[in-house]
């Protein structure tokens, strides 16, 4: 039998829903299929691989990508992990399931480097705590 879909779905799919798929694939690969998308594909951010790397998550090869209809109707689970991806992501089916987390775009942090760094850390942390919430879920 398949795993149920979970889709994190975000503006660009270079940041937010990037690290998602990454933390949500080493949290919750056993039990999901995990996939990422955005209203517009940016390609993956170097700072969101950079923060990744610092825990142990490899989002390289990671590709990014617009959302999939097909795979939207089949997804358990839709989270938007932003306004505008809320406000603009395609009708779900009313037996999908969705979610919204409302996270910071970490590519709009300013600041020194170190400060930068630190936004891409408290949004990457932010994932993983909301996807560690969902180890239960089904």
């Known amino acids: 039998m398949s795993k149920p879909i979970i889709y994190f779905l975000c503006t660009g799919n270079s940041c937010r829903s990037q690290m998602a798929e990454g933390l ?55 989270i938007t992990l932003c306004g505008d991806a809320k406000e603009n992501c395609p009708v779900t089916p009313p037996n999908v399931e969705t979610d919204h987390w409302g996270l910071f775009d970490p590519a709009k942090a300013e600041g020194s480097e170190e400060e930068v760094n630190q936004v891409f850390r408290d949004v990457r942390d932010d994932i993983k705590r909301r996807i560690e919430s969902l180890k239960d879920h089904k």
């Open 24 to 78: 949500g694939r080493q949290l919750l690969g056993d039990e999901w299929d995990v996939h990422s998308a955005g209203i517009e594909a940016h390609g993956v951010n170097p700072k969101a691989v950079e923060m990744m790397d610092e825990v142990g998550v490899d989002i390289r090869d990671q590709q990014s990508a617009v959302i999939d209809r097909d795979l939207l109707k089949r997804a358990s689970l839709v």
